[in-house]
Nanobody
Framework: QVQLVESGGGLVQAGGSLRLSCVAS????????MGWFRQAPGKEREFVAA????????YYTDSVKGRFTISRDNAKNEAYLQMNSLKPEDTAVYYCAADPNFSTNYYQANKYAYWGQGTQVTVSS
């Protein structure tokens, strides 16, 4: 089992940037695909980005391509989501998630066995 803790959320103006971090409790962090999801009030949780165990593959939802970058540092047991050119519609609670298996359904929440508690991102217009 792995515990995940997100940080880095906050309030930012449209056009600004934030960097989210997700720290994992296990030294076997490299064994987990990592994903970021978000949930806005009254909406379902949606996929944002994912990165494979080695970091060699990354995946994004269309609405964040070119603005967000997912990365990881396996030596530090951390995953990151760099968010640039933020828009009010990016406002949501952002969750990181981990999956130790080999499913390639990176976009689906049910792929991921472990979840953090979430961090709030608010983008003002």
């Amino acid at each position: 089992q792995v515990q995940l803790v997100e940080s880095g959320g906050g309030l930012v103006q449209a056009g600004g940037s934030l960097r989210l971090s997700c720290v994992a409790s296990r030294r076997t962090f490299i064994r987990y695909d990592m994903g970021w999801f978000r949930q806005a009030p009254g909406k379902e949780r949606e996929f944002v980005a994912a990165i494979t165990k080695s970091g060699g593959g990354t995946y994004y939802t269309d609405s964040v391509k070119g603005r967000f970058t997912i990365s990881r540092d396996n030596a530090k047991n951390e995953a990151y989501l760099q968010m640039n050119s933020l828009k009010p519609e990016d406002t949501a609670v952002y969750y990181c998630a981990a999956d130790p298996n080999f499913s390639t359904n990176y976009y689906q929440a049910n792929k991921y066995a472990y979840w953090g508690q979430g961090t709030q991102v608010t983008v003002s217009s």
